[in-house]
């Protein structure tokens, strides 16, 4: 398509960059010299810098030596508790919820999650992430962070049973004041915890409201396969095959990890009447030693959309989608034995498109083409360590690092341009938190928000 001046000026034109493009099968490609017009906060326009030459705009990006990627999404992870990084290292599942990050939880205030909330967009941003899928407390911290500091957003306010009702009411009060919020860019999801932490009672009733309210559902399951097993010893069914008797399965649903899933799993995800999709992570199952990661083959043959995710940095300590995207594609050969899977091609399917369809975007974003959301990132190829580029998908997905992307826009809004941030102020995020930390770690009061026992 090529742009008219009767249209007017743009608000936004990249040139002379390459662009990562999706065919009619959604097969992964690059138009070289190419440019991107934006109006209105969407893709115009891909085509070729020549033809942009004298279009006017309000806004122009030369993007020589960079390629254009659709935003990054991390489809699951725990915002603000970058405010714990570092806190509880080297520690098995069990005592690293238990006596630390539960502890250490039962102390926060919305001031912390908001600080917390503000560094990790900083990271994000920084990074090339535009879109992130958060699931935690005080969320209305996190809704005014996201509106502010420009980025996509789907949040849900985290809850227990051990809450009582008015946890699950708080969820679904969240998510109905919040949903389309920010001009659009906020969307919203009921949030249990788990089935471990969450009961049958409450997942029915969750999957109620999803469905009278037309909200999705994100929640924690078949983690790893101990839950699994555990789940199996107790109750007689794995934590997927709870979800399906409690209704939950038949909603749209963001499971994250799903490393515990089994092919007993497999045909009740197949068989789900909503849209079903797993967040992946697999940087943190390394640092917990769990023994498999989350099944992509498997899942992918089922018609389940697999989004890449670092959980949150209390774990994986980052909150790099690059690095999510890398690991999944070694650990997937590793796990399938098979050096043609996943291929760099469809590492880079499942950090856009896959991923988008994850978070319930999968008609706005995920792909740089006309008509969808203008959420793109630029990256700089030019360094020694992504040259020569032989193969550009694999420059991408195996040489390429976060710390490359250039510039970062959503809406067609810049939020980074040349590695600066435009819409957070990190000294001043750092100094408050810093003096914060010493409340917000103490673990003396033996206080803790659950007990993980799976």
Known sequence: MTPSAADGPAELIISACTVLVHDDQERVGFAEDAAIVVRDG???????TSAVADLPAAERVDARGQVA?????????????VALRGLAEDLPTEEWFNDVVWPVESNLTARDVELGARLACAEMIRAGVTCFADHYFAMDAVARVVAE??????????????????????SLEFALRHRDTADGRITTALAPHAPYTVDDTDLAATARLAHEHGLPVHLHAAENRDQTDTSLARHGVTPIEVLERTGVLDTDILIAHGT????????????????????????????????GTTPV??????GVDVGLA?????????????????????????????PRWLTSRQALHHATLQSARAVGL???????????????????????????????????????????????????RILM????????????????LGERLPALVDRSHGRRIQQYDT
């Open 149 to 170: 500091c420009g980025m996509r957003a789907l949040l849900g306010e985290a809850f227990f049973s051990s809450q009582g009702p008015e946890g699950r009411e708080r």
């Open 42 to 48: 969407l893709v115009d326009a891909v085509t070729t």
């Open 69 to 81: 990627l659709p935003g990054l999404i991390n489809c699951h992870t725990h915002a603000p508790m």
């Open 362 to 412: 999968g008609d706005s974003a995920g792909s740089i083409a006309p008509g969808r959301r203008a959420d793109i990132v630029l990256v700089d190829l030019t360094g020694p360590h992504t040259q020569p580029v032989h193969d550009l998908a694999a420059t991408l997905v195996h040489s390429a690092r976060s710390a490359d992307v250039r510039t970062t826009i959503v809406d067609g």
């Open 260 to 291: 515990g899933i089994t092919d007993r799993d497999l045909p009740l995800l197949r068989r789900a009447e909503g849209r079903t999709a797993v967040a992946s992570a697999p940087r943190g199952y390394l640092k917990f030693a769990w023994p």
């Open 297 to 302: 083959r498997a899942l992918r043959d089922i």
């Open 417 to 432: 341009r040349d590695r600066q941030l435009l819409t957070v102020d990190v000294p001043e995020v750092v100094r408050e």
């Open 310 to 338: 670092t959980d949150g940095a209390a774990s994986n300590n980052s909150l790099d989608v690059w690095e999510s995207m890398a690991l999944t594609s070694l650990l997937q050969k590793s796990a399938e034995g098979d």
